[in-house]
């Protein structure tokens, strides 16, 4: 009988997981099926909408899920989640089988509050535990140019698979945000349930079902086998009064943390000189929190100039948020591409059709005159202007200095790069995108 | 004329003239003194009266200029036993590339370091490469060669006499002699032997402007570009010299004679900060650098503009030398030359049967009648040059090489560079031998049969 309801879950399981690769490989000729594919996350989804104040299409896959969870406990973990699938047969070969972390609290609800009422004041501060922007992101490691980036990208699901071989199921079964959210979604349904036919039933029910809201709040389980073992375990946590308690911690920090990210990310943006963001990119205040790491952008970049930062750029906040870099030869911003606008997940890259990706400014070039080609008398070099692809730039004479140099039109400069990748000054280029400042523009 | 007649003579010693074109030189001389007829004010308008221009020689190919593009397109046809006649406006060969100082050999890199202009761009560096302080920086991709004006002006003064071209030097090439039909029969110039015709077969159009194509009626589009002056500069410090020898990568290079300093942070937006002068960059030549200029954008065409623009760049150059001079320790530099030519870029362009886009190049377009590879520059990969592009689309028994062949701007941009016009040269000269030896018009040759001798003849078509 075990046997026979396990199979088809470890079918429904193994579905998932190669469909889940299939959708961010991606091997669909579709471009913007990865976003679809973080968008099936109800946390992601609620946490992006509220912090963008804007609903995208993929919320209504979100929304069924949450539907289903709702009703069926961790339905999403047990069935959907390729992650889960990855670290519950991690665990099996790991060193930790026994279940020791049923007395840890169940962390992931707390940061699913913490989350969505940072989201409130605009910076959902831990969506990036959302586990399947965590599978995703190894997936950008073919468009990783340098060994950070390949660091960077498999960070995640590295450390989760590594500390479920160590650990056991911690983190599915505690810590994950989309678990404790479903959690949450379980049960608030029974709640309002409970309620519901209390009012026609009398109050007996409601006593039952208040024993029980212990219970979901305390144990739970990412497996139907921890479920089945567990079910009739004693709950790790404590009464509901110290989990309203805790709720309320949880959901001051979320807005607290949001409120001080989001200052620290204006202030280092006014300071910064060579941080330059994707295209479609949000103020600088939001981007770090409404960035989830998924990597699709950087998947996506034909270029390969997006690349996760390393905290160089943004700092701890922004730490593995993707930033853009022209550090290779003949690789910019093409004026014909928008896709890493496309696969943004949560819109911390604003969606751009082409006609608004063109006039997008991501940087403003500027010209260092001290070691321009031109301007020194040292070759018959126009690279840059030559290789503008929005005719921004012209050879400007000096007549009182009597030289050259190239000049750049703001208005018409989107920051694409095309002129930094080729112009031969090695390293250190004459010109250069550097972060866009109001006061310039 | 005496000094045409005197140039005949000497190629007679080397005994390669044919004597059909000795004659011509010798008739040509009683004509002269006939058809002189002054232009005369009539009515308030000067007028020059219709008169017979005396035919100093008779050749099978013509090339008009004598610079990269024409002397390339002179001794490749040469070589394939044809009668070529070589005429250039100034008293030297190579055009830009020595009067305009001109040095480097850029583009002749593929991006990943492999030249692709071989050729008879190969056979001058060869020969620079043997000659004392002729050329440096070879084989270093992506530092390309620079070379020494006067070694150039050397090299090409010795294939001239040994190749068996016969060459007017001096000689400014004004107009088409066309035929009823509209085809090109020859050129007149004029020199210090006054308006001279020269008949031939075909001609080859090297003089940079397209003057003959224009002259004969061939679609062409003006275009303005900068027009600089380029210098050499004298006893530039030793130790600025140094690192360009054997070292890696364009930051060496960029380093030597660095006059502002590196990676100060953010420059201010569209200013030129304590700029201290031009230092330039090495030459073959010890303690000698040459300084490019831009140079304002100019009309070519426009006599008042080149006169504005050979004055005023003499001053420029003057004062960003006294700039130099300032600097601590460059203050025995000295302003050794300004160019002989005005760096002039583009003036026209023609329509040819094929107008090469920047499109193309930038996608990599392959031709079927590709004659020519030019060398990456910009975003622009490595780029195969269609043989229609040198062929007007009117006009018969005419050939365009050089800067003024049919091409986008962005594309004659590149094109008109050094090594690229030795290309385009070299397959325009081919071209136009084949025309003689298969009794055919440009716009007919067998372009198997051109591209096998260009390759013959060592060159890479991509």
Redesign the interface.
Known sequence: MTLLRRVPRRIIQLACFIGAIILVWPLLPWSITPRFFQQISPFVALSSSIAKRSIDVGAVLALIVAIVASFKKRWFCLYLCPTGFLLENTSHIGLRKNRWWSKVPPVGRYVAVLTIVGSIAGYPVLMWMDPLCIFSSPFAMNKATNPYSVILVSLGLGTLVGATFLFGMLWCVRICPLSGFQDMLYLSRKVLWTKLTAKSTGNARSQKSGAELVQISGASSATASATRSQSAKQPASGSPRNSARRLFFASAAGAALALVARRVGATRYKKA?TLLRPPGAVPEDRFAGLCIRCNNCVHACPSKIIHPDTGREAGLAGFAAPVVKFDR??HYCLETCNACTQVCPTGALTALDMPAKKKYVLG?A??????C????????C???A??CPYDAIK?K???D?????P??A?NKCTGCG?CQV?C?????KAIRV?TLKPS?T | MRRSAAAGGLFAAGSLVPVSALANQASGEETTQAGRSPAKVAGGKVVQPQRELPVLHKTSVLVVGGGCAGTAAAFSAKRLGVDVTLVERYGYLGGLATGGL?L?I?PLYS?ENKQVIWGFAEEMMKKLDVLKYGIIDRHKA?IYPTFDAEVMKYVLADMTLSSGVTAFLDCWGVDAIVDGRGGVRGAVFESKSGRQAILADIVVDCSGDGDIYAAAGAAFEKVKH?I?LISRIGNINEVDMAPTRGSE????Q?EH???????????????????NG????ATPAPHVNW???????GDALDVANLTELELKHRL??W??VSKLQNKPGNEQVYLTETAPQLGVRLSRLLDGMKKLTYDEIQNGAKFKDVVACSGA????PEFQIPYGTLVPSKVENLLAAGRCISAEF?VA??TR?IPVCWATGQAAGIAAALCIQDQCKPRNVNVAKLQNLLKQQGAYLG
């Open positions: 000189n030869d003949y403003e500027i010209v260092d005159t001290n070691i080609l031109l301007a020194l008398g040292k070759k018959e126009e690279a840059c030559l290789a050879i004479w000096d007549e200095q009597y030289i050259a140099y000049g750049v703001l095309a080729v031969p000054t090695g390293e250190e550097w310039s | 001109v480097g850029f991006r992506p900068n600089g990568g364009l930051q060496r960029h004679t660095f006059v502002g300093k590196v990676g100060t942070g953010r420059p201010s937006m569209g200013r030129v900060s304590d700029f031009h230092a330039g960059n300084l490019n200029m831009a140079g304002p954008v420029g150059t004062s960003n520059y910009a975003l622009s962005k941009d590149i560079l």
